[in-house]
């Protein structure tokens, strides 16, 4: 034999794409703005290693609280589409059949076909001062001058929990119809009530759906851009747009790279400990999505 | 609960409101957005002053509608041409992925396994910024070393691609890999028994067999890319995709045109999304 076998060909062939999609898109990349987020400006096209960005994050408070608010609301809005999603995910689960259910599903698919550009204009229009929510307050003769319902926080929370419903709804429902309702008749007879029932065999079944689905939601709201800058408008402090400043309107991508270094560390650190508290495996959990 | 244990009506009805809500809340949004692209004012808000298709075919000195508006029509098609490249690259490669995930056996294939998941949990603007650092470093070295321009690494559609795909890929390797999943390998066999080599099996059993995943996975990849805005927002140059141009006039304020194009992307992608749903029975 000389050269290959046909067999390690078509290994080769088909591990080189994967290979350079990894390398070049991926891990190449991100090493790279590990190195730029490490280095100093120190004369024209001259650098320097250093830890200055990291203390400058630490340091300037306004990075810094922007970094924990954008966490803290990341987590909040987590919770909420949790709590928001569970009775629906119930319902189309076990609750609905045929048709009705059928119909559910889609209804919850089509916000998502929808982009994230046409739910955020949607929100713009409800709740601009001139918009469908302060006109209708006012015609029912609850305020008397229209009410800017955007650029603040709980507006934010709204449009976050919206676009990110859907990742934590699918998970749930996958996870609940695998539970056998057997189970839960049985736990009836022996004299559970709903709530005992609930928390002792319901969301022990439903957990590898519950953590797949607040890891999808964290992370998606973490990154997300469009929502906290267009409904938060210039107060709106969210992390990813100091990123888009630094890197984008300022060109200081020494800065840049160490802000998208410190969010890309906290999401990972997070959905990593949510992994370990609920004893998941990354691959198995991502899977489910 | 479930339907074989007593509800009291209470309960019931109360469910039966939540849910209700619950799908208001959903679709509030979306109906907004539709119903007013047909207002006749310059203002996507209330009141309301009468239906109009004005900003789909008005073609007037202060109403431009969707088909008539050029810069709109223009950023349709970049992402068209985008999300065409996005789709025949992240369904090849991730057809291979998934052989290489469900057949072949190879050293590092677990770590292989979890880099391939990876860009599902890296935030969409963290992907555009590093290949837009990485891609910006090597022109910078090829020109001051060689004196030589590579415009593709600059911010452009090439890079946007490049972003787009190196995570859609992965949500197309997933789903071409779930369908390899449950291939029956001794059809496989049974024609390799019977004489058959292995491109012809892989190009008349296999294939056919995953056929539904890889159109399925290209239909998602092509939506997927079409309504990409955080990735794209970072790598784009000078030719704006519709939702880097629609958020650019969001900004400056909404108006009718942006519902009617709007309007008109929930169409396309709720047919798109019919049809992959009324294949399916018709697959199994």
Redesign the interface.
Known sequence: MNGLS?KKLT?Y???A???L??LL??????T??GI?SLRERVGPGEFAFSFKQYMTFFEEPLYWNTFVRTAVMSLIATVLALV?AF??AW?IA??A?GRMKAL?L??????F??????????????L?G???IP?FFQMIGLTNEPVELLYHDATILVGLV?SS?LFMLVPLINALETLD?SL??AA?DLGGN?FD?LRRIVIPHAAPGIAAGC?MVF?LT?????TPV?LGGKSSMWF?EQ??TQ??TRFN?EQ??AF?FL??GL??LL?WAGLKITGQR??DA??RT | MIPSLPDSKFLTRGRAVYVTLFFLFLLLPLSVVAVFAFNNSLFPTPPWKGFTFDWFIAHTDDRTGLFFDTALLTSIWVSCKVAFWVTVLSVTIGTGNAFLLERAQFPGKSILTTMMLVPLVIPGVILGISILSFASQIANFAYDQWELELEWLRPGLPLVVAGQFSYIVTIATLTIAARLKRFDESLEEAALNLGASRFAILRTITLPYLKPAIIGSGAVAFLLSFENFNTTLMLVGSDNPLTVLMYGRMREGASPVLNAVSLLLMMVSGIAVALMYFRKPRQK
């Open positions: 046909p290994l062939l088909l591990l794409p994967a290979i999609w990894l898109l991926i891990v190449l990349p991100h790279g703005m730029i928001l009775p629906v319902t076990k609750v059949k559910m889609a209804a919850t698919l089509l916000p076909w929808a982009s994230e550009l046409v739910r955020t204009l949607g929100w713009l229009i409800l601009r001139s918009g469908v006109g919206y419903l309702d839960i008749e009836y709903r029932i890891i992370m973490l990154g997300n851009y469009l267009v990813t990123i888009y890197f984008i991508w840049g790279a998208a969010l890309l999401s990972s959905v990354f691959a991502m899977r």
